[in-house]
Antibody, heavy 126, light 107 residues
Framework: QVRLQESGPGRVKPSETLSLTCTVS????????WSWIRQSPGRGLEWIGY???????NYRPSLKSRVTMSVDTATNQISLRLTSVTAADTALYYC????????????????????WGQGTLVTVSS | DIQLTQSPSFLSASLGDRVTITCRAS??????LAWYQQKPGKAPKLLIY???TLQGGVPSRLSGSGSGTEFTLTITSLQPEDFATYYC?????????FGPGTKVDIK
């Protein structure tokens, strides 16, 4: 059974850096793209970006200057760093797996998210 | 960014009802649309991808249709486990975006 578990501090002070980890079990992170998505009452569901096993990334343009994602295949973990946080970054943060589908020739990935973690709430407050 | 709107925002329905939720995109997204269900305290759950293909394990009373800019999610014969919030998502272009959600509540 594939499971994703987010972890990290529940509170971050304004202007500091938010750091979260997503631990994947039951599945190799080398086999897929992985996204971070956040949810807040004001912004709804907001895709932050994705990372692939080779380190290639694609970030939401509005967050690109503050976001860094990384993968650690040895520990099967994906990480998110968001710098210079403000109250607007207060949200429930999810990691999610991109759907993989295969034909006779190869396997592909799209950005429908078929497995999600339970989410971790991050509050930006002094 | 591609904007998604959903209507209605809130829907009150009874067990056994047929409900339809509409998602509209600000530009043509072909069939690159997914639907999710979210219950309180839980992560979203993928229901439909490619606008009309049911994810494994999703009951057949749910269906999706549409292409281009207008899409629908239909639930025939609403069951207790269907009371939740539903979101559409476009995966046609980056950044991927989600609709604001439709909450289906018990009448």
């Amino acid at each position: 059974q594939v499971r994703l578990q987010e972890s990290g501090p529940g509170r971050v002070k304004p202007s500091e850096t938010l750091s979260l980890t997503c631990t994947v079990s039951g599945y190799s992170i080398s086999d897929n793209y992985w996204s971070w998505i956040r949810q807040s009452p004001g912004r709804g569901l907001e895709w932050i970006g994705y990372i692939y096993k080779n380190g290639s990334t694609n970030y939401r343009p509005s967050l690109k200057s503050r976001v860094t994602m990384s993968v650690d295949t040895a520990t099967n973990q994906i990480s998110l760093r968001l710098t210079s946080v403000t109250a607007a970054d207060t949200a429930l943060y999810y990691c999610a797996r991109a759907r993989v589908y295969c034909d006779t020739a190869s396997c592909y990935s799209d950005d429908a998210f078929d497995i999600w973690g339970q989410g971790t709430l991050v509050t930006v407050s002094s | 960014d591609i904007q998604l709107t959903q209507s209605p925002s809130f829907l009150s329905a009874s067990l056994g009802d047929r409900v339809t939720i509409t998602c509209r995109a600000s530009e043509d997204i072909k069939n690159y649309l997914a639907w999710y269900q979210q219950k309180p305290g839980k992560a979203p759950k993928l229901l439909i991808y490619d606008a009309s293909t049911l994810q494994g394990g999703v009951p057949s009373r749910l269906s999706g249709s549409g292409s281009g800019t207008e899409f629908t999610l239909t639930i025939t014969s609403l069951q207790p486990e269907d009371f939740a919030t539903y979101y559409c998502q476009q995966l046609y272009s980056y950044p991927v975006t989600f609709g604001p959600g439709t909450k289906v509540d018990i009448k």
